[in-house]
């Protein structure tokens, strides 16, 4: 028997150290978030996907009376890019939330269902998506793909 480690690498930064693609993406994230539709949660999620072509698309969680019909922004913008860009690679996704009149101190974090279709979004057009998770108090950079924030991944090849 043996303990094996899955080492998760992120880098912490403030926005001033951030390039301005970046800064951009984040900016987008932010934005986003003052169009989400959380009458249940008040919890204004927005992200902002940039792909391979330049092309930035955002989107935003979507709440539904029937709590599990509605999607968080990550999905929803990863979708749209799918269904309006299909051969163009996702680079980066920006991630911001925004309740009780603020943005999150903490950086935000997708949760495991939105980790598996940024998984497979990479996996589809072969291509790491780097993650920006926006906090006041801090941003998260997460260079190393999705693979870093997903251990023991469900993929393709299980179903070969
Ligand atoms: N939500 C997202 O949109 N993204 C996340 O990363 C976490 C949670 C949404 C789902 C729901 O509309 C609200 O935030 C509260 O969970």
Same mark, same amino acid.
């Given at each position: 028997?043996?303990t094996?480690?899955?080492?998760?690498?992120?880098?912490l930064?403030?926005?001033?150290?951030?390039?301005?693609?970046?800064? #951009?993406?984040?900016d987008? @994230?932010?934005s986003?978030t003052?169009?989400s539709?959380?009458?249940?949660?008040h919890?204004h999620v &927005?992200?902002?996907?940039l792909l391979?072509d330049?092309?930035?698309?955002? $989107?935003? +969680? #979507?709440? +539904?009376?029937?709590?599990?019909? $509605?999607?968080c922004?990550?999905?929803?913008?990863l979708?749209?890019? $799918?269904?309006?860009?299909?051969?163009t690679a996702?680079?980066?996704? @920006?991630? @911001?939330a925004?309740t009780?009149?603020?943005?999150?101190p903490t950086p935000?974090?997708?949760? &495991?269902?939105?980790? #598996?279709?940024?998984?497979?979004v990479e996996?589809r057009?072969?291509?790491?998506i780097?993650?920006?998770?926006?906090?006041?108090? $801090?941003?998260y950079?997460i260079?190393? &793909?999705t693979?870093?924030?997903?251990p023991l991944?469900?993929d393709a090849?299980?179903?070969?």
């Amino acid at each position: 028997m043996k303990t094996l480690t899955h080492t998760f690498h992120y880098v912490l930064c403030t926005y001033a150290e951030l390039s301005a693609t970046d800064r #951009q993406l984040i900016d987008a @994230a932010k934005s986003a978030t003052q169009r989400s539709y959380a009458p249940y949660s008040h919890f204004h999620v &927005g992200a902002a996907a940039l792909l391979a072509d330049g092309t930035v698309v955002t $989107g935003t +969680n #979507q709440e +539904n009376a029937a709590y599990p019909s $509605g999607l968080c922004a990550e999905r929803t913008t990863l979708f749209y890019a $799918g269904s309006t860009h299909p051969n163009t690679a996702v680079v980066a996704i @920006a991630i @911001a939330a925004y309740t009780d009149g603020a943005f999150t101190p903490t950086p935000i974090a997708p949760c &495991g269902a939105c980790r #598996q279709v940024m998984l497979e979004v990479e996996n589809r057009h072969h291509h790491p998506i780097r993650t920006l998770l926006y906090g006041t108090e $801090g941003i998260y950079i997460i260079e190393g &793909g999705t693979r870093e924030l997903l251990p023991l991944t469900f993929d393709a090849s299980f179903l070969e």
